[in-house]
C-alpha cells in the first residue's frame, strides 16, 4: 500500500490526480482536504481500510499507523521560498481559502508570519535524517516527472506515464527586499532543501527495501 503525503504547495495536486489514474476507484482512499477531520475518522473507522493500495491525505503521515504492515509513504518537497509565494498567491486568488481575505489585504511578508509559512519545511518533517527515515521516496516539484516515474516502476502502477505539474515560478512580483526577508524567516526550511538536494538531487529512493 502507498501512502502519499500531501505537503501542501508542492506539486501535490499534480501527483494526486496522477495517482487516480494509476488505481480503480476503490482501490483508492482519498482524504476531503475541505473536511479533513471527518474524512480522516472516516478512513480509520472503514472497515476496508486495509484493502485500499493507496491512501492520499494533506500532511497524513500519521495515518500510516492504521495501514497494513508494509504501508509505504512518499511526497514531495519544493524550494522554500517558491513554496511561500506559491501559497501567498494562491490563497489570494481562492475564495475559501483559509487566510483568503488576510492575503487580499497584506502583503507577503505579512501573510507569512502570520501563517507561520515560514519554517512549515522543518516544523512538520523535522530533519533530513528524519525524512530519509520515513518516506521511500521523496521527490521535488522541480522534477515532477523523474519522481513518477521512480513511484511507477517501485510500485509497478499502471498507466503511470508522468504528467506535468501546473506550479509556476515566481508566480507573482516580490521585491528583492521582501525575497531576503522570507530567507531569514524559512532558514531552517533552506537549510533542509539544500541538505536535500546535496546528497539526492532532485530524488530519494530508498534503496533498503
Known amino acids: 500500500m502507498i501512502l502519499f503525503d500531501h505537503y501542501p504547495k508542492a506539486g501535490g495536486t499534480t501527483v494526486r490526480r496522477w495517482l487516480l489514474k494509476c488505481f480503480d476507484d476503490h482501490e483508492v482512499f482519498n482524504l476531503n482536504d475541505r473536511a479533513q477531520s ?21 500532511s497524513g503521515f500519521e495515518l500510516i499507523k492504521y495501514m497494513p504492515p508494509g504501508t509505504e509513504a512518499i511526497t514531495v518537497i519544493r524550494e522554500p521560498i517558491e513554496r511561500i509565494i506559491s501559497w501567498y498567491r494562491y490563497s489570494a486568488k481562492t475564495p475559501g481559502m ?23 519545511m522543518s516544523n512538520y518533517f523535522g530533519s533530513l535524517e ?3 527515515s520515513r518516506y521511500s521516496v521523496i521527490g521535488t516539484v522541480q522534477n515532477l516527472g523523474q519522481f513518477m516515474v521512480a513511484c511507477g516502476v517501485r510500485y509497478k502502477l499502471k498507466g503511470w506515464q508522468p504528467e506535468t505539474s501546473n506550479e509556476s515560478t515566481h508566480p507573482l512580483e ?33 534503496r533498503q527495501a
Open 174 to 206: 516580490v521585491t528583492d527586499e521582501q525575497i531576503a526577508k522570507l530567507r531569514m524567516m524559512a532558514r531552517g526550511d533552506i537549510r533542509i532543501w539544500k541538505q536535500f538536494t546535496r546528497k539526492h538531487g532532485a530524488l530519494y529512493v530508498d
Open 130 to 132: 528524519r525524512m530519509e
Open 98 to 120: 483559509p487566510g483568503h481575505k488576510f492575503a487580499q489585504d497584506h502583503d507577503i511578508i505579512e501573510y507569512a508570519e502570520e501563517f507561520k509559512l515560514g519554517d512549515a
Open 38 to 58: 471527518k474524512s480522516r475518522l472516516a478512513f480509520m473507522n472503514n472497515p476496508r481500510r486495509l484493502d485500499f493500495k493507496c491512501l492520499l491525505a494533506h
